[in-house]
């Protein structure tokens, strides 16, 4: 990624994130997580969507889709809690 893309990624991370914890003042973190993963399937399925011509190319690319956004998940979500854990440990 190039530095704009990184501050532009980085920019709509902390503006989902700020939006999210807005909620979880109101309605709990938890039902906030779940808003916000829920609303990132959602997007990204719209995407596929309007990236597919067809139906058949939609259901085509659907698994092979998924798969990459599960994997896309799983890195972000490792990387994350691995941070966390090291400030765990460092102010332990």
């Known amino acids: 990624m190039t530095d704009s893309v ?3 990624f980085a920019s709509m991370a902390s503006a989902h ?3 999210a ?3 979880a003042e109101q309605h709990g973190h938890e039902l906030s997580g ?3 993963t829920h609303a990132a ?3 990204n399925a ?3 969507s309007i990236e597919s011509s067809s139906k058949g190319k939609l259901n085509a ?3 092979e889709f998924i798969n990459q956004s599960v994997a896309q998940y799983r890195e972000f979500l490792n990387h994350h809690y ?3 854990a090291r400030a765990e440990a460092e102010n332990a």
Do not use: G
Request: without cysteine.
């Open 82 to 84: 691995d941070e966390y």
């Open 41 to 43: 399937a959602r997007y």
């Open 6 to 8: 990184n501050a532009a």
């Open 61 to 63: 690319s659907r698994e």
């Open 21 to 23: 914890n807005t909620n």
């Open 34 to 36: 779940i808003a916000l």
């Open 46 to 48: 719209f995407l596929l």
């Open 17 to 19: 994130i700020t939006q």
